[in-house]
């Protein structure tokens, strides 16, 4: 089974942690291939940012060869319902696989992250996956960083403490350290956390392994069936392809 590991941000320290989580959960013979987008901002933190790299990941998606599926590594899984409209193979994304696994693990749920700027764009993707009714709260530092590569290990406490509040004051029965700088992160400080904490890459992992063994048929009908063709111009040749049918 060979796995795209696609971060659609361009830091490279990033994919490194994420590949490293992954590999820890991956099962035997699950072939993991990380990928860096070669263009974009260093982490998505907004909308914009979001639709950019969105669109870098449907390029790369349209480069992958060989593939039995892609997890998109952001953790507001930029892109992700248009992977899904373009190509055969299951494609993952972070976000919605964190939370899927998290309501398995309790009623509600709460996503921890490092940032204030995150919580908009993560307020949506919960929306977005029907489960605002299961999110506890979204709970985000407020402070600024000194590197995007080595954030969890500089609010390592403090991510710790916000966990523990979302679960004392909102009462999340699972909670999520959200963010693709966090990886890891999860497996390190769980004893310190009285719920389950959940790593979305590793959750990701996990769930497309499983859908990749179930072999699901590409959508010929509804909201995910393949676009029509049509002509493109300026896009990279593979994207092209992909679009114009081929």
Known sequence: MRLLLLNPNTTGAVTERLLAAARQVAAPGTELLPATAPRGV???????????????????????????????????????????????????????????????????????????????????????????????????????????????EEKEGLLVDLACRAVAEDGADAVILAGAPLAGLAGRVAARVPVPLVDGVQAAVKQLEALVSLRPRKAEAGSYRRPAPKESAGLPAALARRIGGG
Do not use: K
């Open 42 to 152: 260093p982490y998505i933190a907004t909308r914009a940012e979001a639709v950019l790299g969105g669109a870098v990941a449907l390029e790369m998606l349209a480069e992958a060869a060989e593939i039995d599926g892609a997890i998109i590594a952001a953790f507001g899984d930029p892109g992700l319902g248009g992977a899904r409209e373009m190509f055969d193979f299951p494609v993952v994304g972070m976000a919605e696989a964190a939370m899927l696994t998290a309501c398995m693990l309790g009623r509600r749920f709460s996503i921890v992250t490092f940032a204030q700027a995150l919580e908009p764009w993560y307020r949506e993707g919960v929306e977005w996956n029907g489960l605002a009714h299961r999110c506890a709260s979204i709970r985000c530092l407020d402070g600024a960083f000194r590197s995007i590569a080595d954030v969890q």
